[in-house]
């Protein structure tokens, strides 16, 4: 996905450090193109678009699911997905979103993974019917 002027805008207004926005400005850039840590905070950001947040959402890094994961704005499909992620950390990170569907939150009831569950107890749009 190719960075336009108006997402180096949105960047600067979110606060991007000026690194970043120098990147961003010194050439056509893509999504691809940005450092781990910069998509990290592109898929943390409620502001970021949700085509952007789609791309991100298969990232090759954890970390950069994780944020999609866990930012309050990701539609609820990419949530179900993100559910099923192999990282534990990106279903740690769903099982706190409140934005979570009920239907992955009782899914991740039953994770193998102790954080992950944990993360689904504490979750306020838990089903009762999850946690018992």
């Known amino acids: 996905m190719k960075i336009t002027p108006d997402l180096i805008l949105l960047a600067e207004m979110a606060g991007a450090c000026s690194e970043a926005v120098a990147y961003l400005r010194s050439g056509e850039r893509t999504l691809t193109d940005l450092r781990p840590e910069w998509r990290r905070w592109v898929a943390g950001n409620p502001?970021?678009?949700?085509?952007?947040?789609?791309?991100?959402?298969?990232?090759?890094?954890?970390?950069?699911?994780?944020?999609?994961?866990?930012?309050?704005?990701?539609?609820v499909p990419m949530l179900e997905v993100l559910a099923g992620d192999a990282e534990w950390g990106v279903r740690w990170a769903g099982a706190g979103n409140p934005a979570t569907p009920a239907a992955a939150l009782e899914a991740l009831a039953g994770d193998a993974d102790g954080h992950v569950r944990q993360a689904v107890a504490r979750n306020p749009a838990t089903p009762a019917a999850a946690l018992e």
């Open 47 to 75: 502001a970021t678009p949700v085509p952007m947040l789609e791309v991100l959402a298969g990232d090759a890094e954890g970390d950069v699911r994780q944020a999609v994961a866990r930012n309050p704005a990701t539609p």
